[in-house]
């Protein structure tokens, strides 16, 4: 008989938190019939052996190079046996009972291409962890200088879902991937993780493409994953590989003119936005340190810092590959 559910984790550097993750998951406790496959991209933290002498149990494929995550992910998939597949961040802590409901919800209602629990921070807060699909003007304000000026904040929001109730479920448009769960015959139909997604944002091309194809996308309040979120990134420029990745999405789903067209004004507007952050900032961290205000002048210098940081390096390696 299939197992219900086959879990698959990629893993970059994240040897300790993967091991949490990984006992929330041991035998006997997730309440259904579940296969566990870790992919560790290459990870030099001692990761994959880690999972060897301590998850025997555990389905391993150690990378000998950073494959992304899209890429990483597909690559379980071609072994998972499970009714569905369940993509789940290594920083995560799955609630007893969570896979469960995941599963019950996709074995109740066909027309559901994809769903996923709420996800909450370390002290019990939930995460936003839904989106609309952006539009242009949403993603104008959250990163050019017409933030400061609050034009086209509405459009901002409701991309965010900043009003959404979190204790009810509720159809979406996306989900974010530290916990998204997707029937295997779904995944057949719609494709897996598009992996020009190196990594950021292949959820929600995902959940484009299950509503292209006529499936609904479910929040279930009812499971519950803890998420600490961003260790992976640590390693690596993250900045960097979420706009290759934004931009990639506008060129997929806009077109490729229409898309080039949009990631140029986005890069031409974040350029001018910490252009005139950097100074500003500059001058109130110095100001406030003066005036003894470390705190709130340490928090300007970083702001500065990473105007700083963009416009002489991450800003120019965004631009320097076409996704």
């Known amino acids: 008989m299939l197992p219900d559910l086959s879990v698959i984790i990629v893993a970059y550097h994240c040897r300790d938190e993967l091991a949490a993750c990984l006992q929330s998951l041991a035998p006997g406790r997730v309440g259904v019939s579940a296969e566990v496959f870790v992919v560790d991209n290459a990870s030099r933290d001692g990761t994959a052996e880690m999972v060897r002498e301590r998850f025997g ?26 009714r569905h597949v369940l993509f789940l961040n290594p920083d995560t802590a799955v609630s007893e009972g969570a896979l469960e409901t995941l599963v019950r919800t996709l074995d109740g209602d066909p027309t559901i291409g994809a769903c996923g629990p709420r996800i909450v921070n370390p002290d019990g807060t939930p995460q936003h962890s839904l989106r609309r699909f952006p539009t242009f003007t949403a993603l104008l304000h959250q990163y050019t200088i017409l933030r400061a000026v609050r ?31 997707v029937p295997r015959e779904v995944l057949s139909r719609v494709g897996t993780l598009d992996e020009r997604f190196f990594v950021y944002l292949e959820e929600m091309d995902l959940c484009r493409r299950l509503a292209n194809a006529g499936y609904r ?83 300007h210098i970083e702001r500065a810092y990473g105007s700083a940081r963009f416009l002489v390096r991450d800003g120019w390696l965004m631009m320097l590959k076409n996704p």
Request: glycine content about 8%.
């Open 57 to 82: 149990w555990v389905h391993l494929v150690a990378n000998a190079e950073n494959r992304g995550f899209a890429a990483a992910n597909n690559q379980a998939i071609v072994s998972a046996t499970g």
């Open 151 to 181: 034009l086209f904040k509405p459009a901002y929001r409701r991309y965010k879902m900043a009003n959404f109730t979190w204790e009810r479920p509720a159809d979406v448009d996306c989900l974010m991937g530290a916990a998204l769960c």
């Open 217 to 299: 996308v479910r929040f279930v309040p009812g499971a519950e994953v803890t998420h600490i979120g961003g260790v992976s990134a640590k390693s690596g420029p993250a900045t960097v590989y979420f706009f290759r990745s934004l931009f990639a999405y506008l060129r997929k789903h806009r077109g490729r003119a229409v898309g080039s067209l949009m990631a140029a004004t986005l890069m031409a507007g974040m350029f001018l936005r910490h252009m005139i952050l950097f100074p500003a900032n500059a001058l109130a961290g110095l100001f406030l340190l003066v005036l003894a205000q470390r705190t709130a002048s340490a928090r």
